[in-house]
């Protein structure tokens, strides 16, 4: 009965839909992690690549919130989204390692797209795991910064996972790759805080990195950022987003290393769906790592995010097909922090 009362409760409360309708219910669906689908973060770019790619194909869509924040409810959605008809379901984010696993074991006809995580335990024929280099996006963050004339650097990082280790790496090697080829020396203040939220000691302590003459924070975290600007605002100084393009969040966002969930989701639609909606042999139970070579990392180029006084699109282009070519080699280790020559960093855990 308790179970029974949970997926109605599910169904009532999280059970939204958008896109095109069909009376037996909904082909591809996108269950959400913690947030709605206007988080601007990974659900909000997951789902757009749902509507971009189910639009043009003429395929019914929708997604499910779950009812609260665990394991038990993200498999509820799951399964009412199964229910109403889905044959492939998008999971957006770290927290479907579990009910990822359990999913493509109870429902081995259902495609499984898994976004930044795989299946607790290994994934199943019926699942395809997305993650990202995300030292590349951190690079091209660090030496654009750099290159735009900036010299004293933060690097905010929320808990010491894998993905924020890489992105926090990259940073360093970008941006002392950029102060080496301008003969110059960087200075970079490296933190984690050990949260993905916002709290007023993470703006207590960007405020005294501004004050000591920090003038830009690439803040690497779920919500963190919000602390970055808030210090960066009474200071005047920038901040650097992540994952998503978070310029409509601030002003002083000058750019933000970005993972193209979008691109991706639709990417691996398309592969799908060309197969009859099979996976690719290739595809089936594999887990990739997607970076510059599928144009799914890097900064955003649009007029309204792109926010450096010197640095330009077609330099930025340039550097980044060095890195697509294998000219430019960065670094994906976790394991120790990366060799620097121009660059002093303090790190402060």
Not at 201 to 220: H, L, P, Q, R
Request: net charge negative; charged share 20%.
């Amino acid at each position: 009965m308790k179970r029974i009362v949970s997926l109605l409760l599910t169904l009532v409360l999280s059970f939204c839909v958008f896109g095109a309708f069909a009376d037996e219910g909904y082909e591809i669906a996108l269950i959400t992690d913690v947030g709605n689908i206007d988080d601007q973060s990974f659900n909000q770019s997951s789902w757009e690549g749902v509507v971009q790619f189910a639009e043009a194909a003429g395929i019914s869509y929708a997604y499910y919130r779950p009812s609260e924040d665990s394991d038990e409810a993200r498999l509820e959605s799951i399964k009412a989204a199964i229910d109403r008809g889905a044959k492939t379901v998008v999971l957006p984010g770290y927290l479907f390692a579990t009910s990822g696993a359990d999913a493509q074991a109870q429902f081995p006809d259902v495609n499984f797209i898994l976004i930044d995580t795989e299946p607790s335990g290994g994934s199943l024929p019926n699942t395809y795991s997305i993650y990202y280099q995300e030292e590349q996006s951190g690079y091209f963050a660090g030496y654009a910064a750099v290159k735009d004339g900036y010299t004293n650097l933060g690097f905010l990082g929320g808990m010491a996972v894998p993905a924020v280790i890489r992105f926090g790496y990259g940073f360093v090697q970008g941006a002392d790759a950029a102060a080496a080829e301008l003969g110059i020396n960087v200075d970079i203040k490296y933190w984690y805080c050990d949260s993905f939220a916002p709290s007023d000691d993470i703006k207590t302590k960007m405020n005294g990195w501004y004050s000591e003459g920090v003038e830009v924070v690439f803040a690497c975290g779920g919500g963190i950022y919000l602390s970055a600007i808030a210090a960066a605002e009474e200071a005047n100084a920038k901040v650097i987003g992540v994952d998503t393009d978070q310029a409509h969040v601030s002003d002083l966002i000058i750019t933000s290393a970005v993972k193209q969930l979008t691109n991706s989701v639709v990417l691996a639609l398309e592969s799908l769906y060309a197969n009859n909606g099979v996976w690719p042999e290739d595809m089936a139970g594999a887990v990739v790592n997607l970076g510059a070579n599928e144009d799914c990392v890097g900064l955003p180029t649009v007029e309204t995010s792109w926010r450096f006084n010197t640095f330009t699109v077609e330099e930025y282009t340039e550097v980044y097909e060095k890195v697509k070519s294998g000219e430019i080699v960065i670094s994906n280790s976790t394991d120790a922090a990366p060799a620097v020559t121009n660059a002093t960093v303090d790190y402060q855990n």
